[in-house]
Structures are given as structure tokens and as C-alpha cells.
């Protein structure tokens, strides 16, 4: 009898843990939703984080393969958010997303990782790797000049892919405002010759 007394009680112990995570999942739901429409301020408070990440890394002098990896990770979801939902080089029959000539129908660019979600993944990795400074087994000693250099020249070829991508199926990855058409503009004494 006691031991399925004890049993019991051990279920209804972990009700309530799961029941406060439940809650504290909904409360940050909730800041996260109150966000979601302030992109230049999200954008601004993470860019201050990344520059306090830099700054430790500097300050601490290591910690350079947790860099490389938040580097690469940052790299594929660049690559993500400047790609086309539908790539059309992968299937070209399907893909009614994006226009070839002028005549045709203007479709919005959707892209395969939304702004929101960027955001989101990127600034979630940048609080791990900066949790990791603080952990002297994820300082890993290499020579940091390597790395530096094999990471540039992967984001070269990178995005001079991705750019000839863009070229060859002629999209444009970013929301320059809405389109405005010029049309006839009439002259200043057009106008007053109407007007009579």
C-alpha cells in the first residue's frame, strides 16, 4: 500500500512543475506575440546583444570554435531567409511563385524562413553561444586566424551563389515599400488650364 501511495504522490508532484512550465511557456508567448510587430527595435536589442557577445570574446580571448559554429549556424539561416519558399532550380514545373517577365502577375516574394523566425533562431543561438562563454570546457583551443578566414571565404561563395541565384530567377529577397507607379505627370500649366 505504501508503495502505491508513494507512486501516486510522485505523479501528482510533477502536475504542478508541468503545470508552472505550461504557464511560464504562455507568459513568454505572450512578450514574444507583443514583439512581433516592432522589427527595427528586436533587431536593435539583438544587434546590442551580438555586440556584447563580441566584446566577451575579446575581453575572455577564446572561445573561438563556439564563434565559428554560431557563425555557420548564423550563415544557414542568412541563406534561408534570402531564399524563395518555392526554389524554382529544384522544381521548375511547380514553382508559380516568382515572375519571369514584366507582363506577368505581380506575386509578393515569400521566403522559405519568415523575418520573425529569423530573428527568433538567430537570437536564441546568440544567447547559447554566450551562455557557453561561461563554461571553460566549450573553450577549445585552435588558432582563431584559420577559422576567421575559412568562414569568410565560405560566406563568399556562399552568397555569391545565393546572389546568382536572385540573378538567374530574378527575385529580389527584401520589401523595398510598396511599388509606385509613375504615371503621366501632367505640367504645372496643364493643370491650370484645367482648372479654367
Known amino acids: 500500500m505504501e508503495g502505491s501511495g508513494g507512486g501516486g504522490g510522485g505523479g501528482s508532484s510533477g502536475a504542478p512543475v508541468k503545470q508552472y512550465l505550461q504557464e511560464l511557456s504562455k507568459v513568454f508567448q505572450y512578450y514574444l506575440d507583443k514583439w512581433t510587430p516592432h522589427a527595427a527595435y528586436r533587431w536593435m536589442g539583438t544587434m546590442v546583444m551580438a555586440s556584447i557577445y563580441v566584446l566577451r570574446v575579446l575581453y575572455v580571448q577564446g572561445f573561438y570554435i ?101 540573378i538567374k530567377y530574378k527575385y529580389i529577397p527584401f520589401n523595398l515599400g510598396k511599388q509606385k507607379y509613375g504615371g503621366k505627370k501632367s505640367s504645372p500649366g496643364t493643370s491650370s488650364s484645367r482648372a479654367d
Request: proline fraction near 9%; charge should be neutral.
Open 66 to 166: 563556439v564563434s565559428y559554429g554560431l557563425g555557420i549556424y548564423l550563415l544557414n539561416l542568412l541563406i534561408g531567409f534570402l531564399s524563395p519558399l518555392a526554389d524554382p532550380e529544384l522544381d521548375p514545373s511547380n514553382s508559380p511563385m516568382l515572375p519571369t517577365k514584366g507582363s506577368d502577375e505581380f506575386k509578393p516574394f515569400i521566403r522559405r524562413l519568415p523575418e520573425f523566425k529569423f530573428w527568433y533562431s538567430f537570437t536564441k543561438a546568440l544567447s547559447i553561444a554566450f551562455l557557453m562563454t561561461f563554461f571553460s570546457m566549450f573553450d577549445v583551443p585552435v588558432f582563431w586566424p584559420i577559422l576567421l578566414c575559412y568562414w569568410l571565404v565560405l560566406f563568399v561563395l556562399t552568397m555569391r551563389r545565393q546572389v546568382a541565384h536572385m
